[in-house]
Structures are given as structure tokens and as C-alpha cells.
């Protein structure tokens, strides 16, 4: 289980660790008792971080509550329980983004070298049960890759409730109307390409559905409504939230709030230009809250099921905290994790009311 320390033990550990390999300084703390405060509310740090990643791009709690870890740099896939014993591993090179079906299969973004020596984006499938959970035993299949297209990369992995999935693909070269780097591509139960998800426009713009240089996409628990991330570097909006709608003249993805809509205009979390470079999202299935991390701004995010900015919110845009570059996030049993691909290492927050 895992195991918290008392605020004067974390304080202590603060003070000599401050973030997993570099020197903290006095000026990140917020109190006397090293939490992170925000109005009325503070976030406490469970010490230790999980240590011994480079680089880690993304984080996964999956359905068979084990946590995965894309430990890009070292070309590895981790599975951990959540008091952080590193259970299993897996070679695979530069893994970038995560996912689980209902029948348990692992499904991960990495890379592959290809015999003319290019390096391939490309989406594995990992079958956990049928190797009993033994991560470096279990079969892994190439289900896609696209070696006419090298520079693409596939960022982002969303899995639907009835083993769909949804993949997030960037790339530098959009200048096709027909088939653009950038798309988000939807895949059966069987690995089978079904088609674009043509909700999301590719191109650089204003419009809330305008889709340029994603990162992320999270999944809503048992549901098909997804949060997609993006820099705002020629769009509007870092955040992008697709509610699923069934109809006999519509089936697809619509914007949840419009900002085109004079009543939906002023909320907060499609308030124009309020990211810099989301990097990761993650949302909690019970209060379907949503954290999102914005790796240019070193915090996390907050937001209610109505698109309010909730006062949790965290890092350095108000207090200089430990983040340094978050690119990845799970959340359970009231416990947000996040990955620091700067940091090398696995950050853990509760709420200091979850203390009392």
C-alpha cells in the first residue's frame, strides 16, 4: 500500500530533495508545511517520487488497476503496482503514448526501424492475459505503421468502451486536404483502420473543433466523449472536448461547449489562448473532473464537469512548484500522478482535505 509521511517528515524531505535530480529551492514553498496552496485548498505531495525513469512521455492506470509508464528515453515500457515496485518491463523504442482494452491488451505508441533504416511511427498490441500479466513474456503485435509517411507519430492512444480506439497522429506535412499528418484515426476491436474522425478539422484556426499539433487525448470512463490536447501555437484552444451524439441525422463527436454560442461564450475552459503547451489530460471517472498539464506553464489544471476552473489547480504559474515538465498523468482512489520528463521521475498529490 501505498504510504504517506507526516507534514513534518515531507517538509524535511522537501527541503533535501526537491525534485527528483536537482537542488530545491526555498522560494517554491508555499508554507511553512510544504504544500502546494490555492485558495483554500492545498495539494500534499506523497514522498517519495517513483524514481528511475528518462523521460517518461505517458502514464497509464489501466483497467487491471496496475500502473504503466512510457519510459521514452530508455525504451521501455514499466509496469508498476501503485505503491511503485516496478513489477515487469518491456523493450520498446521511444514509447510515447498508452492504452487498455476491456480484454486487458496493452496497446502502445513507439517506434520501429524499418530495413531501408527509417524510423517509423508505429502501434503495438501487447495481449497481457494470454502471458498471465508477464509484461516481458506477453505477445506483442505490430498493428499499424505507415512507412510511406516516416515523420508521423502516433501521440496519443483513446480506447472506446466496446474495444474501438481512437488514435491521435501528428506530423509535419498538412498540406494534404486528403490524408494530413495530422488526423485522429479511429480502429475496430480486431486492429482494422475504420475510418478519420472527421469532427476535427486539420488546420490552424479560431474554431473550436481546429485541430493543429496535438499531444493528448483522454478518455471519460466508460463513455466515447474524449478531451483532445493541443499547443496553441496557431489555434485558439490547447483543449478540445468532444461529447459522443447518437442521432438519426448525426452520429459523431460535437464540441461540448461552443464559444460561437452567446451562453457558452464565457466559460472557463474554452476561455481563448488559456494554455500554452497541454501536454497531458486525465479525467476522474467518479466527479468527472479534468486535469490537464501544460508543460509550458508547469501546472496543473482543473476543471469541473460544467468547464469551471476549480481552485486545485496547481504548479508554477502561482507557486513556483516542483514541476518541470509534466508530460503525462493518471488519477485514482482521490491521487493524481504525473510524470516529469524533466524531473525523470513520477510525481504523487492528494488533496490536504483527504488528510483530515
Same mark, same amino acid.
Given at each position: 500500500?501505498?504510504?504517506?509521511i507526516?507534514?513534518?517528515?515531507?517538509?524535511?524531505?522537501?527541503l533535501?530533495?526537491?525534485?527528483?535530480?536537482?537542488?530545491?529551492?526555498? $522560494?517554491?514553498l508555499? *508554507?511553512?508545511?510544504g %504544500?502546494? +496552496? =490555492?485558495?483554500?485548498? /492545498?495539494?500534499?505531495? !506523497?514522498?517519495?517520487? @517513483?524514481?528511475?525513469?528518462?523521460?517518461?512521455?505517458?502514464?497509464?492506470?489501466?483497467?487491471?488497476?496496475?500502473?504503466?509508464?512510457?519510459?521514452t528515453?530508455?525504451?521501455?515500457?514499466?509496469?508498476m503496482?501503485?505503491?511503485?515496485?516496478?513489477?515487469?518491463?518491456?523493450?520498446?523504442?521511444?514509447?510515447?503514448?498508452?492504452?487498455? $482494452?476491456?480484454?486487458? *491488451?496493452?496497446?502502445? %505508441?513507439? +517506434? =520501429?526501424?524499418?530495413? /531501408?533504416g527509417?524510423? !517509423?511511427?508505429?502501434? @503495438?498490441?501487447?495481449?497481457?492475459?494470454?502471458?498471465?500479466?508477464?509484461?516481458?513474456?506477453?505477445?506483442?503485435?505490430?498493428?499499424?505503421k505507415e512507412?510511406?509517411?516516416?515523420?508521423?507519430?502516433?501521440?496519443?492512444?483513446?480506447?472506446?468502451?466496446?474495444?474501438?480506439?481512437?488514435?491521435?497522429?501528428?506530423?509535419?506535412?498538412?498540406?494534404?486536404?486528403i *490524408?494530413?499528418?495530422?488526423?485522429?484515426?479511429?480502429?475496430?476491436a480486431?486492429?482494422?483502420? !475504420?475510418?478519420?474522425?472527421?469532427?476535427?478539422?486539420?488546420?490552424?484556426?479560431?474554431?473550436i473543433?481546429?485541430?493543429n499539433?496535438?499531444?493528448?487525448?483522454?478518455?471519460?470512463?466508460?463513455?466515447?466523449?474524449?478531451?483532445l490536447?493541443?499547443?496553441?501555437?496557431?489555434?485558439?484552444?490547447?483543449?478540445?472536448?468532444?461529447?459522443?451524439?447518437?442521432a438519426?441525422d448525426?452520429?459523431?463527436?460535437?464540441?461540448?461547449?461552443?464559444?460561437?454560442?452567446?451562453?457558452?461564450?464565457?466559460?472557463?475552459?474554452?476561455?481563448?489562448?488559456?494554455?500554452?503547451?497541454?501536454?497531458?489530460?486525465?479525467?476522474?471517472?467518479?466527479?468527472?473532473?479534468?486535469?490537464?498539464?501544460?508543460?509550458?506553464?508547469?501546472?496543473?489544471?482543473k476543471?469541473?464537469?460544467?468547464?469551471?476552473?476549480?481552485?486545485?489547480?496547481?504548479?508554477?504559474?502561482?507557486?513556483?512548484?516542483?514541476?518541470?515538465?509534466?508530460?503525462?498523468?493518471?488519477?485514482?482512489?482521490?491521487?493524481?500522478?504525473?510524470?516529469?520528463?524533466?524531473?525523470?521521475?513520477i510525481?504523487?498529490?492528494?488533496?490536504?482535505?483527504?488528510?483530515?
Amino acid at each position: 500500500m501505498m504510504r504517506t509521511i507526516s507534514i513534518a517528515a515531507a517538509l524535511v524531505a522537501l527541503l533535501l530533495a526537491g525534485g527528483c535530480d536537482s537542488k530545491f529551492s526555498l $522560494d517554491t514553498l508555499a *508554507d511553512a508545511r510544504g %504544500s502546494y +496552496v =490555492v485558495g483554500d485548498t /492545498s495539494y500534499i505531495e !506523497i514522498f517519495p517520487p @517513483f524514481q528511475g525513469f528518462d523521460g517518461p512521455k505517458d502514464l497509464l492506470i489501466g483497467n487491471d488497476q496496475l500502473m504503466y509508464v512510457a519510459d521514452t528515453r530508455n525504451n521501455r515500457i514499466v509496469m508498476m503496482n501503485l505503491a511503485g515496485t516496478i513489477i515487469g518491463q518491456r523493450p520498446i523504442l521511444q514509447p510515447m503514448a498508452l492504452g487498455q $482494452d476491456q480484454r486487458l *491488451d496493452l496497446l502502445v %505508441s513507439g +517506434v =520501429v526501424v524499418e530495413a /531501408s533504416g527509417d524510423s !517509423i511511427g508505429a502501434i @503495438f498490441r501487447l495481449r497481457l492475459v494470454a502471458a498471465a500479466h508477464d509484461l516481458a513474456a506477453a505477445e506483442l503485435d505490430t498493428v499499424w505503421k505507415e512507412p510511406a509517411r516516416p515523420r508521423r507519430r502516433f501521440v496519443g492512444i483513446g480506447v472506446l468502451p466496446d474495444n474501438q480506439y481512437l488514435i491521435l497522429r501528428t506530423g509535419p506535412d498538412n498540406s494534404s486536404f486528403i *490524408d494530413p499528418d495530422t488526423r485522429l484515426l479511429r480502429f475496430n476491436a480486431a486492429d482494422e483502420f !475504420i475510418t478519420p474522425v472527421g469532427d476535427l478539422r486539420t488546420r490552424a484556426g479560431t474554431g473550436i473543433t481546429d485541430m493543429n499539433k496535438p499531444t493528448s487525448i483522454g478518455m471519460f470512463r466508460n463513455s466515447r466523449d474524449f478531451v483532445l490536447l493541443q499547443s496553441s501555437e496557431g489555434v485558439a484552444y490547447g483543449a478540445i472536448w468532444m461529447v459522443y451524439t447518437s442521432a438519426p441525422d448525426f452520429e459523431g463527436w460535437l464540441p461540448k461547449f461552443d464559444p460561437a454560442l452567446q451562453d457558452q461564450r464565457f466559460i472557463e475552459f474554452v476561455r481563448p489562448n488559456r494554455f500554452i503547451m497541454p501536454t497531458a489530460v486525465v479525467i476522474d471517472g467518479n466527479r468527472k473532473d479534468i486535469f490537464i498539464a501544460d508543460a509550458a506553464q508547469d501546472s496543473i489544471f482543473k476543471f469541473d464537469s460544467k468547464g469551471a476552473f476549480r481552485n486545485e489547480s496547481f504548479g508554477g504559474f502561482k507557486t513556483g512548484g516542483r514541476l518541470k515538465n509534466p508530460t503525462g498523468m493518471a488519477f485514482t482512489d482521490r491521487t493524481l500522478y504525473v510524470a516529469d520528463a524533466t524531473a525523470n521521475c513520477i510525481f504523487r498529490y492528494r488533496l490536504s482535505t483527504e488528510f483530515q
